[in-house]
């Protein structure tokens, strides 16, 4: 990730004049040493604290630059760091994750540090802040800065990277943490672009046992890498747990199947389970036939659907072999469909016992 480089370093009377993506903005240039960090951003002129570096992301639309933070850098390990990757396993190398001070933030940097060395992988923990909610308007066309709650917020996203660096500090992966202007969807959307998995929440259960919606759903259908949704109530991810792959034979399933085979290979068993006949042309035999050729033997179990709903059944089957992971498509039918008639992506993001790797 680190090395020298001849990049230039705007400053801000050019900044109008750069294209269309991630760059740094460093108030004292050191041109002795330079460094690449995450998906297209672009980091230069560090000095060993690693402080005082502005992100200017420039949006195609609107062409203006969004300021945010790339507050901590640890790539330090990476040489020493490679001997712990499995030979072969280059599929995980950036792995996202959503940062915030919910219950289930620190399931989510326990998995992804297992994840991470496991697949020699370089973590990005993006903390999302939408300041434009503290704009407000009025009916006249007049606008006003709730400056007070503003700077709450910043104070809140501040602290929260400070604890985050301070924890993955003590860690072996290299890691960067940065605060994004924007909602979380959009911002986690953009930095996907480059990761090869994202790491977010499972809401939690309200008072009926259903969990509160995430961005989970959203992003998995907006980007094209695999998202795992962790619940916060559970435990953090586990190599060696018997694995569910919910099978329909259709591309959004053999999606899934593809993006989580790697995480397949240590399982204690792999469960395929259909429900009533295949609705896709692509038979589960074939399927476990893909899954032998990296080593992942599993196993066939064929569900009658019954006066149950396909979702329905699933949850049982899950409930009853207790997963780690439930490999799955996501929403292979319309999405408006599923909203309104159900379906089994948003019946599992909803009851899901277990945490969802899923893929569209």
Known sequence: MSGKSSMFVPDADCVNNLPSRLCAYVSKADSSRMLTVGFDRQVSCLDQGHTNVRL??????????????LTRINDERRG????????GDWTMRNILVQADNDAGMAIRIESALTIGRRFGAHLSLLISSPYQQFIASDPFGGMYLAKEQLAQAQLADLELERRLGAELAREDVPWDVAIADGDALSTMTLAATLSDLAIVPLGTC???????PTIAADLAITVSLPVLALPPEGGSFDF???MMVAWNGSPQAANALRAGISLMRDARNVILVTVGDDEGRVS?????????????????????KGVRTAEEVLERVAIEMKPGL????????????ETLFGGVTRYLLEAAPAPLLLAH
């Open 284 to 304: 589960a035999e074939d399927a476990l036939r893909y899954m032998s050729r990296y080593g992942v033997h599993g196993e066939l179990r064929r569900e009658a």
């Open 240 to 242: 060696d747990a018997p």
């Open 80 to 87: 020493a760091f490679q001997s712990s990757i499995i030979e």
């Open 326 to 337: 439930i490999v799955m498509g996501a929403f292979g039918r319309p999405r408006l469909r």
């Open 56 to 69: 200017l992301r420039f949006t195609a639309e609107s062409g203006r630059a969004a300021i945010g933070h």
């Open 206 to 212: 309200d008072r009926r046992g259903h969990r509160i």
